[in-house]
């Protein structure tokens, strides 16, 4: 007797909700920031010294698409110069890289490095002010935007990337 709407279907229900929402609206701790900024540090200076890999160049854009994502969701505002600008600078190595075909490091240009280091550093001032639940929903979000465009999601670890874990 639905009437023509879907059933309901039941959710989960959690033992301890005021738990589940603490840690949802909770900020990042230091070693919590430190280890999601560590793997963007990484690869900025895998990319300054040219020995960047293709995967290495991708997470540090992606790092770069969270960050332009907490800025469109308004938690940290203020920011769009910095994060176009540096988006705009991992769009052109990237084409660089690319040129033959494949992935090798091309020449980076001052103005390029400089606005990579400026928005790793502004992300990680990002970090400090958005919540664990505003993080991972931002993430889900981008995740859900770049399946729908037809990109792929790859879940890595730090020993694929190159790179040690913090």
Known sequence: MTQGRKPRKPRAI???PFGVALRRAT????????????????CLQKLKEGVATEHQHA???????IAHAIEEGGVVRGLCE??????????DIG???LESGQWRQ???????????????????YQLRQ???????????????????EGGEAVHVSYEDMG???A
Do not use: Y
């Open 59 to 65: 997470l540090l854009h992606s790092i770069l698409m």
């Open 14 to 16: 959690s033992a301890n």
């Open 82 to 91: 910095q994060i176009d600008a540096s988006l705009q600078a991992m769009t």
């Open 130 to 148: 958005v919540s664990f639940g505003e993080l991972q929903a931002v993430t889900r979000k981008l995740i859900a935007k770049t399946l729908s």
């Open 106 to 124: 091309a020449v980076l240009f001052p103005h390029e490095l400089d606005a990579i280091q400026e928005m790793v550093d502004l992300h990680d």
């Open 95 to 97: 084409a660089r890289s």
């Open 27 to 42: 900020r990042l701790t230091e070693t919590e920031i430190a280890s999601a900024i560590a793997p963007a540090r990484e």
């Open 163 to 165: 790179l040690v874990p």
